[in-house]
């Protein structure tokens, strides 16, 4: 039954996914057309990167609330085959976005040394990435913690409506903060970790982070889907 919630999912959403992506490459070869020939280099590829756990996100909200009717009382499926399905596409989005920025960061880092571009941009940021595993692990785990958390959304809302949804949303932060705080991968991950008093990034924090917004997430959907209410499907 997980099966067909990932196949169903999948037939409607990868044109979506495949249409972010070209944009995203179209946009970013462009800026970086204009801004090499006017001796703007502003920010490096992987910090645009970051807006496909966002793209994930609204994804996550979209596709149980639109597949739950269907699913559970149109095709006799289980909630827990929804979970299970969920899940299963956050993780293989999740992969696919992590392994799509780091080919996109090792080109970027392969076309500035071949140009002899500046290492640093007029931000302040740096080019070059040093660790492409840890960028890997950061963007696969985030962008899939950021998919279920966008699903806990989406079914709260479904479950609980406009002000106790609203009221729970605090609840969906907590595993995306807690990954972008412990892999410090985004722009704004390693900052909100400075503010909170953390160190610098290290594997064994990371790691447990990733393993425990996993785990939030998990249980914060699991609670929300295991006894909701499906409604009825209606025909026009």
Do not use: K
Request: glycine share 10%.
């Amino acid at each position: 039954m997980a099966r067909q919630v990932v196949l169903g999912s999948l037939r409607g959403t990868l044109p979506t996914y495949i249409s972010f992506w070209v944009v995203m490459v179209i946009v970013l070869v462009v800026l970086t057309i204009v801004q090499a020939r006017t001796g703007a280099l502003e920010e490096p590829v992987f910090a645009f990167i970051g807006s496909g756990r966002w793209f994930l996100f609204v994804m996550g909200i979209i596709v149980p609330v639109a597949m739950l009717a269907t699913h559970v009382v149109g095709g006799g499926g289980t909630r827990r085959s929804v979970v299970r399905g969920l899940w299963a596409l956050a993780i293989a989005s999740g992969i696919a976005f992590g392994l799509l920025a780091l080919v996109m960061t090792i080109v970027q880092n392969a076309l500035w040394a071949a140009n002899d571009w500046p290492d640093v941009s007029l931000t302040g940021r740096s080019y070059v990435v040093t660790q492409p595993w840890r960028l890997a692990l950061s963007e696969t785990v985030c962008n899939a913690v950021y998919y279920v958390a966008g699903a806990a959304v989406g079914t709260g809302y479904y479950r609980w409506g406009g002000w106790r949804g609203t009221a729970a949303l605090p609840l969906a932060a907590v595993p995306a903060v807690v990954a972008e705080v412990t892999l410090q991968g985004s722009s704004y991950g390693e900052p909100l970790a400075r503010a909170l008093g953390m160190a610098a990034f290290s594997v064994p924090v990371a790691v447990a982070g990733s393993i425990l917004a996993t785990a939030l997430a998990a249980g914060l959907l699991h609670l929300i889907v295991r006894d909701i209410r499906i409604r009825a499907l209606t025909s026009s």
